[in-house]
């Protein structure tokens, strides 16, 4: 009886308690990273109209000047732990215009944008009045530079009705949670720590600070490291192409990302990559669409929306979900929207100039007719296939423009019976938004020469995703086109590098089916779909991870008190900045995931074309130069991710170039010696030839050694001491041509297999090699020639004290 009456009286003692972490737990905030706080500090304090445009040094100073007060604090007290009124006294006056007396105006805005930008999640509210409901003691412990009295003034600004049992900052005891603060909770507040909890999202501080006091922890993770890579790469990308802008603000789009993420259930990879960054483009660029109707509508104007098929997919869904309004699928692509608006041959010479390759019957199923001409005309070409520019500028000598005006017609009268049966109350609508991802607005310029050739008086507006504005000039008056990435949002270059890597999204958005080639009445005839069984998959699943983010994303932002679409401008640099990180700095989970896909022409072929062909971009580099290789037309069509896969760092490369942000000055080669090669002809003799040794801005070394067909060259010796006598040989590559600017500029480049190359006296293991003697050399088999012309160029990475 004894021992169950201490048991009791022990039991009775046991004080249990749930200690609540605040920023980055308790409380969100609505900007990209902590230090937006400080960006935005700048913005309400007068420094911001005394000293304009300068948010980057404000924001640097602001954490330099912790950063000292903190090294002073360890060196003086023994403890980092400092107030914000000590941290700014470390801050540059001077340099921004202000003297010391201005500190607590200083303090004041930093408070104020605390109050502006942070947010009681919702999550950590209920679990924090569960504990107090189930008598749980409940309270705070923070890691801050504002006192007490300021987080209580920061808390209930975010919750009015809160109460707590303590509350402890960090800065009032001069300890952090990773030293004894916890200590200190615990014996204050006759706390039992094997009964209590600590929710928090700091590794150190939170969760090993928690379980060296005997804390039982509860880990709230910000993002999950992948996430959190991905963001980094947002954010770099952010600040190199929306420059001038603050980099910091997002109205929240970062912390909604990371709110989903933290809700949503574990799926596939395809999904994951949905949800955290396909899904936050396309719901941004839903609220630009519902933003163009907007401004088209108007009294007495009725306003319809057509999403352009195929790759208006996935933004019609989405729409679809969250808007529950009237709105089109439209079947239409280039081919046929510009041969329906022929009414000359040029339409039609426009559309093939396009096309890379195409063979006869390819050309009679896009026009239904098949020209005694025109069959010569492919007959002359190897295995019937001829350039698509060639044809083009043949055409209006091979066949009648009568004979393209008359299927024009056609078409454009089945063309214009799908419109009627698929937009409601087409003939009675005045606008016609017509939402796409875009580019130079090809289909609504086609689409308007239909609508005038039939006189049909509905003005159209392109709401694009990416637009190509100077394209838009020429829009008809009364029409409009206007891109939610516009070249204001980023630059025209850095526009381009997005759009040449734009395949991958729109395979990702794309439809299951093939691509239109004709209609029935109401009925649309496609071409059959040549992507995999496997690709199609891989593209419902990404598509279902953006829906589900779309779907969740009103609820959390509602939660959180969010409103990430508030400002256009603000919101089309952060998607362009999230998508320009999928198509320019994949990681190595999404180049694998995606680099398998294909991408179908829709030109009128069945080609594939792929995504990633990484041996393409070392032989361009090989032979032409890092500058030349990031210019490559496609195929690849993920150009970025077959840098990327290369390595990360060809892939940021590739993206400084992209953005105008590449110095050949820096990157480009330049000679830094001549070698003495040999030329070895069939009949045994043999020529010694100077060659350039070039160094490139990697620490490369390339030469280039031309050759005529008339010197009958059968083997190239390279003498490997005389310039490199070990590193790695990345490859041999062979252009060839009938003029000698035309072989160096190729893009047909063909690269020497490794083990036809012949060592004499040269230890090679993979790309690695060690000449063993002076006389050491690497023998190059030169093929039998077709041109008059070949270049051959090899790459070297010289290693040690090799270089000559």
């Known amino acids: 009886m004894t021992i169950a009456t201490a048991g009791l009286e022990r039991r009775a003692q046991i004080v249990s308690a749930w200690s609540f972490d605040v920023f980055d737990t308790f409380l969100m905030r609505a900007c990209t990273t902590p230090d937006g706080v400080f960006e935005r500090a700048y913005e309400l304090s007068s420094i911001s109209r005394t000293c ?350 009568g004979e393209i005006v008359a299927l024009a017609a056609a078409l454009r009268a089945r063309l214009l019976a799908y419109l009627r049966h698929t937009i409601p109350d087409f003939d009675d609508c005045t606008d016609l938004v017509l939402a796409d991802l875009g580019y130079s607005g090809s289909v609504q310029k086609a689409l308007r020469r239909v609508l005038d050739l039939e006189g049909v008086k509905i003005h159209l507006h392109g709401a694009y995703l990416l637009s190509l504005d100077d394209a838009f000039d020429d829009v008809a008056e009364g029409d409009s086109a206007a891109g939610f990435i516009s070249d204001l949002v980023v630059t025209p270059h850095a526009k381009r590098m997005l759009i040449r890597n734009i395949a991958l999204l729109e395979q990702a958005c794309c439809s299951a089916d093939g691509s239109v080639r004709d209609y029935d009445g109401d009925r649309v005839l496609r071409e059959i779909n040549p992507r995999p069984a496997s690709q199609i998959a891989l593209a419902a699943e990404l598509q279902a991870g953006a829906l589900a983010f779309a779907e969740a994303a009103d609820d959390v932002a509602l939660d959180f008190c969010l409103n990430p679409y508030a400002s256009p401008d603000v919101a089309a640099r952060w998607c362009a900045a999230t998508l320009a990180r999928l198509l320019l700095l994949p990681d190595e989970d999404e180049l694998a995931l995606l680099g398998g896909m294909k991408h179908d022409v829709n030109l009128g072929t069945h080609a594939l074309a792929p995504m990633l062909d990484v041996d393409f971009i070392r032989d361009q580099i090989t032979a032409r130069g890092l500058s030349a290789a990031c210019t490559s037309a496609a195929p690849p069509m993920w150009l970025a991710g077959s840098f990327a896969q290369l390595s990360p760092s060809h892939g940021y490369l590739y993206t400084l170039f992209g953005a105008n942000r590449l110095p050949a000055d820096v990157f480009e080669e330049h000679p830094c010696g001549t070698v003495q090669i040999g030329l070895f002809r069939a009949n045994g003799k043999a020529t010694l030839e100077n060659v350039t040794v070039h160094r490139t801005g990697l620490g490369e070394l390339r030469l280039r050694i031309p050759l005529l067909r008339t010197m009958g060259i059968a083997t190239v010796a390279l003498p490997l001491p005389k310039f490199a006598a070990e590193g790695l040989l990345h490859g041999v590559t062979v252009q060839s041509g009938d003029d000698i600017r035309d072989v160096a500029e190729s893009q047909d480049v063909t690269s020497i297999a490794a083990e036809s190359l012949i060592s004499a006296s040269v230890q090679r293991n993979g790309a690695y090699y060690r000449a063993q003697n002076e006389d050491a050399c690497l023998l190059i088999p030169v093929a039998a020639m077709t041109h008059d012309i070949a270049i051959y160029s090899i790459a070297i990475t010289p290693m040690g004290s090799s270089t000559k």
């Open 52 to 401: 304009p445009d300068v948010s980057a040094s404000f924001v640097q100073h602001r954490i330099q000047a912790e950063a000292r007060a903190r090294r002073t604090a360890k060196d003086k007290r023994g403890a980092s732990e400092v107030r914000i009124d000590e941290i700014y006294s470390y801050f540059p006056f001077r340099l921004f215009a202000l003297t010391r007396g201005h500190l607590s105006d200083l303090v004041e805005s930093e408070f104020a944008a605390e109050l502006e930008l942070c947010r009681a999640n919702p999550d950590m509210l209920r679990q924090y009045l569960d504990m107090k409901r189930a008598g749980h003691r409940v309270g705070f412990i923070s890691d801050t530079y504002w006192d007490s009295a300021q987080l209580a003034r920061l808390l209930r600004a975010c919750r009015p009705e809160l109460t707590w049992d303590f509350l402890y900052a960090s800065c009032d005891h001069g300890m952090s949670k990773s030293e004894t603060l916890f200590a200190k909770y615990l014996a204050e507040e006759g706390i039992d720590a094997a009964s209590s909890f600590h929710v928090g999202d700091n590794d150190k501080a939170d969760i090993r600070g928690a379980k060296r006091h005997g804390i039982r922890p509860r880990y709230y993770p910000q993002a999950t490291p992948q996430l959190a890579s991905k963001f980094q790469r947002e954010t770099a990308l952010f600040e190199l192409l929306c420059t001038c802008a603050p980099s910091r603000l997002d109205h929240g789009a970062r912390t909604l990302r990371r709110m989903v993420a933290a809700r949503s259930v574990e799926k596939s990879p395809a999904f994951h990559l949905g949800a955290t960054v396909l899904g936050p483009v396309m719901t941004a660029f839903d609220a630009f669409i519902a933003g163009r109707c907007e401004e088209v509508a108007g009294p007495d104007r009725k306003v319809a929306l057509a999403f352009l098929g195929r790759d208006g997919f996935l933004p019609h869904r989405i729409w679809h979900e969250l808007r529950g309004t009237t709105s089109a699928y439209l079947e239409i692509n280039r081919r046929v929207s510009l041969i329906a608006s022929a009414d000359t041959m040029q339409p039609l010479c426009d559309l093939l100039s396009k096309v890379f390759k195409i063979d006869a019957p390819t050309f009679g199923d896009i026009v239904k007719i098949m020209p005694p001409k025109v069959a010569a005309f492919f007959a002359d070409f190897p295995d019937g296939i001829a350039p698509g520019e060639d044809l083009a500028a043949a055409l209006p000598e091979l066949m009648d423009s």
